[in-house]
């Protein structure tokens, strides 16, 4: 019996935890995980839906699949499984779509699938609801990593702001938190199989807590984490503005295990853009609050998600948002087009933008923080710092940068270094007490 799989995850950390937890419960099970999708009797598609382009990446994905794997048994799960079910079905070689609302049971759904022969058996069978059953979020039953060095942990899920243009409500549910001592307990469990950074995640992270019985929040979970004996480093994903509260900069300020990195949504720099897309922030409140992270914690990343293309956004609009975000110290940035979600209020907004404006906005907002971005890298060099080693050649600073470093050095390992140079992406490094060697001996030899 083939007990061969691969797990190929879409869209945000939230979901990228959802299909660690799967693959793990696979390899409990004895499967085998294959180098690629061309290669395994069972494809899990965890999927995203965010997009059309996410979307369509996931369809041509399937397809691909179908024609270099003929044999493979294809599942598709996430949350564009849970938005059109029936759409996804009807691909080539997909034998089940899972919504969300059915996804702990892909793990059982794959093992069954290895004991069957393949052969056609039409169309996909469909396993979703439009009902969320659950009322908090519940503990992964097969606690999974994202990586061999750096665990991603769902601690939150669904939301309940319900934007404009956003169809993650009706995927995901509203919003439901893990109670605190499980959270802490799945904690415990990374730390003790040698994880030495924690991402906490979650759709709508910083409502975590609110919906429990005894109704705590995020700050509050973050202060027992950082009690945990053993976790060396804690980082956070993606704050909206009004929930990243004071309180969690001065952590992260405070705290040497709290990564320096912040992640927090903006979408527009124009206000009549953001009542549009229902958020409920204004653009002075946004600068004024990266301005705050940026003096408390002078080296952190700060990155933001813009949409270009909305409807009905002017040049004007779209100018203020370059502005702001020129005027910031931003150090990266998530650009999407507006794309249509049906179902949501903006798929029915007049005045469209043309895709091709939506485009052009897009370019220039790269290239805007593309420039920025090198200048923050560029403030490394001569630094040192903790770096953990990833994989070969490769290693994350607290702040998030890319550090290349030679391809020999142990994996998982907090290595201090000085930075070198720029490279593409990232930063180049060598190790810390090599300079200070050379440091020591030229001034002892009147150097």
Known sequence: MNRTFFISNFGCRASQ????SIHQELLESDAI???SAYDASVVVVNSCTVTDEADRQVRQLIRRVASRNPSARIIVTGCYAQRAPEELAALPQVRCVVGNSHKPMVGQIARNLFAEDFGNHGRGEILCSSIFLERQLKPASHLGSGGRTRAVLKIQDGCNA?????????VRGGSRSMEVESALQELRDLVSRGYKEVVFSG???????????QRTSLHELLCRALE???????????IEPMELVSEIIDLVTDRPRMAHHFHVPLQSGSARILRAMRRPYSPEYYADLVERIRHR????A????VMVGFPGETDDDFSATYRLIEDSPLTYLHVFPFSVRPGTVAAGLP????????????????SLIAHQNQEFRRKMIGREIDVLTLEAGSAISSNFVRVAVPADWPLNEWIRVRVTNLNQDGVQAARANFFNAVESSSRSTGF
Request: hydrophobic content about 40%; proline content about 6%.
């Open 17 to 20: 935890s959802e299909g660690a």
């Open 162 to 170: 319900h934007c404009s243009f956003c169809i993650i409500p009706a």
């Open 203 to 213: 759709i709508h992270l910083g409502t975590y807590g609110r919906d429990l019985a």
């Open 297 to 300: 914690v002078p080296d952190a």
């Open 351 to 366: 005045h469209q933008i043309p895709e091709h404006v939506s485009r052009f906005r897009a370019k220039a907002l790269r």
């Open 302 to 305: 700060i990155g933001a998600d």
């Open 228 to 238: 945990i004996p053993g976790l060396e480093r804690l980082r956070l994903s993606s």
């Open 33 to 35: 995980e294959a180098d």
